[in-house]
């Protein structure tokens, strides 16, 4: 056992049916456990926020009935022949890619996020014809390339979200040179990625500044998440008295918004790193980056190389994620409840809890 390419066999899960995002069950047939596969049966699955924009088809490429979830552990329960890096009984990660390409520069590069022909856990189409789906289901079968060993004593429900808003901090942290300590740092926003952007960039030595649109979240961020400093965007008093002191900041805002009043808090060479999907155009004068040689830039989640480390960096340096743990039977009040931003901070569904593969 454990090597065996079985039939295909079926599984249960809550899936999209329309553009009104209402999710409810839906049985479908899971590919054969080919030889480079992993057949995993889910235990959790985190909620992200761009799960509502594709269950609402507000990118305008949806297409139902669809299974989201993009922040899956579960456990290995047969391996292909030609696997080796996993064995039954590991438990293990699949996040937002399950395919590339393999050939392409990004591919090459261990960069896969950035392959042209990536193919996303949910709502694409594998190589086979068949309709990906995600992890809000009973069982997946994945490729070994795009899982991860979830490090031993690491709760799976905690290692969740890091799959997603983990490494999507993670990442330009590392790739920008930013993972050195003695920097000042700020996060705008503070939900899923953003309550982890803090606690990743403090256990890198950087001093961590969050901007919020209100006081609401001051004693959560200082007092809890372990954040230097405080500030209100709308605080022009505030806002003036770190200018010109940040050396990055991660913009997690997901919906539109004035980049100037961030840009002037950059110092020289400083750079905006944009995280958030808005689907509406933002605005900037070029006066504003040329006058300190500024950068806005982006960052897509990250490598399967840098989601395997990540998740050994937040064991060394004992990292959780804050969440809410809810059965599938809650999921549409979940997603209500995200839409809201009334979550601390990522809702994670006990899959396996909730018994869909009875």
């Known amino acids: 056992m454990g090597s065996l390419e079985l039939a295909e066999r079926k599984t249960t899960g809550w899936a999209a049916k329309d ?9 479908y047939n899971l590919r054969n456990t080919g030889p480079e ?91 086979d014809g068949n309709p990906t789906q995600g992890g ?27 799959l997603c808003a983990g490494v999507t901090v993670y990442s330009p942290l590392n790739h920008f040179g930013f993972k050195k300590s003695g920097l000042k740092g700020a996060i705008l926003g503070l939900g899923g990625v953003g309550h982890m952007g803090v606690k990743i960039a403090k256990a890198m030595g950087h001093h961590v500044t969050v901007i919020s649109s209100s006081n609401k979240k001051r004693e959560e961020a200082l007092e809890h998440l372990g954040a230097d400093d405080y500030v209100v965007s709308s605080d022009d008093a505030q806002m003036q008295e770190i200018t010109d002191s940040l050396d990055y900041i991660i913009d997690t805002v997901p919906v539109f918004h004035p980049l100037e009043p961030y840009l002037s808090l950059l110092k020289v060479d400083g750079k905006l790193i944009l995280m958030g999907v808005i689907n509406t155009p933002l605005q900037f004068i070029s006066p504003m980056v040329m006058l300190g040689r500024k950068s806005i830039t982006g960052s897509f989640i990250g490598s399967m190389k840098e989601t395997q480390e990540m998740l050994e960096f937040c064991k060394d340096k004992g990292l959780t994620s804050t969440i809410e743990v809810v059965k599938m039977d809650y999921i549409n009040t979940a997603f209500e409840r995200l839409e809201k931003n009334d979550v601390r901070y990522r809702f994670v569904v006990d899959v396996a809890g909730s018994k869909l593969d009875r």
């Open 19 to 27: 553009p009104s995002g209402i999710l409810s069950p839906y049985t």
């Open 37 to 127: 596969d992993v057949y995993v049966k889910v235990i959790c699955c985190g909620i992200c926020h761009t799960d509502i924009h594709q269950i609402k088809n507000d990118l305008g490429m949806s297409k139902y009935p669809m299974v989201p979830g993009h922040e899956v552990v579960g456990e290995v329960v047969e391996v292909g022949s030609g696997v080796t890096k996993f064995r039954t009984g590991d438990v293990v990660g699949v996040g937002c890619i399950v395919g590339c390409c393999k050939n392409c520069q990004s591919c090459e590069k261990d960069i896969e996020q950035y392959c042209n022909k990536k193919i996303w856990s949910y709502n694409d189409v594998y190589t």
């Open 136 to 162: 809000f289901a009973g069982a997946m079968v994945v490729d070994q390339k795009f899982v991860v060993k979830i490090p031993e004593g690491m709760a799976p429900e905690q290692a969740a979200p890091l």
